[in-house]
């Protein structure tokens, strides 16, 4: 319904004036007319002065057209209700029972708590005169989570006669923005919003199983490394066994101290026999206080392979690191080792057996075929390396994530390499001033950092007390280069017993990750000393973590011609994953351009496509982006339209739902909307008080449209015209 008025803001003296100057107007053109005889066309022109005086006065009394809007709908009250799967949660206890209530001191669901409000008859307490309407936000099925901002920014659109708002829900919010920002709008409209608050604010007694960091793959006859994590809200620490499942029926076990209130990491280790797809289940057995098992289990995919790794050890002189490195390499079944020997004293370059090469791989297709590269004590120049040669070396670890392994020696060439494009790939900066590096009669040994404690590079036992009791026992070495410091970026494994300058202990196991690949520094040549007492063990071990830490994301998918890999390697829900390409030629040459087009199918069997898009000219490599929604096995094919080939692929992606069960209640959440927007927040029992609030509120009051006459556009406009007309007339009858 709307009405029309028209007021002024006028007072005692505005009127006065106004009254005063009209009558005043009035007389004196009476009287200029009685003067010209009652001239007929002076007497139209002093009756034009008076009307002009008059719509002066007019407005200097601030005219006002007011048109009021009164809503015919009844006043309504929106009903929020949260029904997300946290609101499945059983932490509510009953106070009260009743014939067809559950029994008194029982713990019910969230959800159950409030179905009584879902109801119109609990709000009949509000009248026949307003209009409860429900709404439900958040589903179960979705797995988006749970948004309390939408729904409260669009509830004005269900009524145009807005009273106010009930939100119940536990406050668990987890996607969108932040609901107090549509509180603040609804603030302005003046409508309050109530809040119910649902479930416990104390997290409820369970261990769960948070994550098991399942590699891609693995190798057949190696160890598989499986850390996983444990949550538990247990007041007490306690022991129990974790128990790992194979699809092939194999069971192993280990025991792990779950700690109090808190996370606990550990690891189990599993040695595939043999190649084929594997799904291995994690499990926690049920605590006896826990309420929620369902978190107790964790399952993933492995593809178990028969690796073959392909090594170039390039070297000067054959020292004993080199011999016992090469030979390691070349009894390692997962790898084919190529070698290159720089030697002074040989004829030509090469070698004498199968294992070397005659020279290095002039070009991209014949370096890009090798997974891991060792520098050994080589530098620039005639009889060594080239510009080139150090320049494809910095393209492979760069554009095809393959692995750099820097083994200087006494000779100093290494520091040649500081003019090159591989000074970039160092983790740590050399003292050109010592290019042989020191050494020293007694032997010096090594020691972990933190990082290094916690490497797969550096584990050499199974457990970490063990492992740093290993490190401490190896046999020293007698030589190092002289290393000043790590770069930044590079993560330090192992320093230097004894000897420290003003930056710190010296690092003398380093890596870093440049590009798509991973570089490592090895500081000393006496690694083969290792083999002391206890013949290959630890020297074999070692090498063989670095050769397969290094080649580890090129090799997680690779056909003919193409190669896949991505960053993170266990990737978590809502992180962005970078997908990278190698896309060959069927001459063998990398492909510059194309139409490079990955295919993701999620768990839940949506499709989407990922266009990659070329990186560079020279390495074919392709690039592109994709965050995953789910958790679950994804489906991949990879293709390219310009070779038509094809790459099937997998991986896995974990992380916490948004929406969990036994997870805190937050009415923290739901306390700061209705300070905000003036309402107040209850427990399901106490409803009643907001029906109390909601009937006793006024009604809203009309919508007021004010057109501001006085100061209106078309006001002066007429009063222009009006004088234009004024001194028009005066002049056609000859008084100007």
Known sequence: MTTHNLVFMTTPATVIISVLIVLATIGISFYSWKRTHYRRAHGLQELLRVVIVILTAIL????????????????????????????????????????????????????????????????????????????????????????????????????????????????????????VEAAARLRLKGVPVFGVAAGSQTRLPDVELVNVDLPTFGVSGKAVRIPFTIDSSLPREYL????????????????????????????????????????????????????????????????????????????????????????????????????????????????????????????????????VVFLGDVGLGEGHLTEEDCRLLKGLVEHQASGLVFLPGWQGRMLDLLNTELEELLPVMLDEGQPGGWGSRTASRFELTEKGRRSLLTKLADTQDENVQVWEDLPGFQWYAAV????????????????????????????????????????TDGAWRWRKGVEDKYHYRFWGQVVRWMAYQRNMAKGESMRLFYTPDQPQIRQT??????????????????DVIARIVAPSGKTETVRLLPEGDEWGVFHGRYVPKESGQYDLVLA????????????????????????????EVLEEIARVTGGKTVVPEDVDTIVSSLSTMPLPPPAVRRLQLWSHWASALLLVLLLGSFWVWRKVIGLV
């Open 240 to 371: 129990t066994t974790v128990t790992l499942k194979t699809s092939e029926g194999e069971t192993l076990t280990k025991d792990v101290r779950i700690n109090a209130m808190g996370r606990t990491s550990d690891s189990i280790a599993w040695k595939p026999e043999s190649t084929g797809d594997y799904t291995l289940t994690l499990e926690i057995p049920r605590h006896g206080d826990e309420t929620i098992v369902e978190n107790n289990i964790k399952t993933a995919p492995i593809a178990i392979r028969q690796e073959k790794l392909q090594v170039l050890v390039v070297e000067s002189y054959p020292r004993w690191e080199y011999r016992y490195l090469r030979n390691a390499l070349s009894r390692d079944p997962g790898v084919e080792v190529a070698c290159l020997l720089f030697h002074p004293g040989l004829s030509k370059t090469g070698g004498g057996s199968k294992d070397y090469i005659k020279q290095f791989p002039s070009g991209i297709e014949e370096l890009a075929k090798f997974d």
């Open 484 to 523: 000043t410091r790590a770069k930044a970026g590079s993560d330090v494994l192992a320093v230097h017993g004894d000897i420290a300058n003003e930056y710190g202990r010296l690092p003398l196991i380093a890596t870093r990750t440049y590009g798509a690949g991973k570089v490592l520094f090895m500081g």
């Open 577 to 594: 994953m970078a997908l990278h390409a190698h896309v060959m030629e069927a001459s063998g040459e990398p492909l510059s351009k194309g």
């Open 60 to 179: 200097f009394n601030q005219p006002e057209w007011v048109e009021e809007y009164r809503p015919e709908e009844q006043p309504t009250v929106a009903i929020l209700w949260d029904g997300s799967e946290s609101m499945q949660t059983q932490d509510v206890v009953v106070r009260s029972s009743g014939e067809t209530s559950p029994r008194k001191g029982t713990a019910i669901s969230r959800e159950e708590a409030v179905r009584p409000l879902l109801s119109e008859s609990a709000w009949q307490g509000l009248g026949e005169e307003f209009d409860v309407v429900f709404q439900k936000i958040g589903k179960p099925e979705s797995g988006q989570g749970t948004d309390l901002n939408t729904p409260l920014a669009n509830v004005t659109d269900r009524g145009q006669n807005l009273m106010g708002v009930v939100l119940i829900s536990d406050g668990d919010w987890n996607t969108g923005k932040p609901p």
């Open 640 to 667: 390219c339209k310009q070779t038509s080939a094809t790459l099937e692929a997998q991986f896995f992606v974990q992380g916490e739902e948004l929406e969990q069960r036994g997870k805190p209640a937050r009415p």
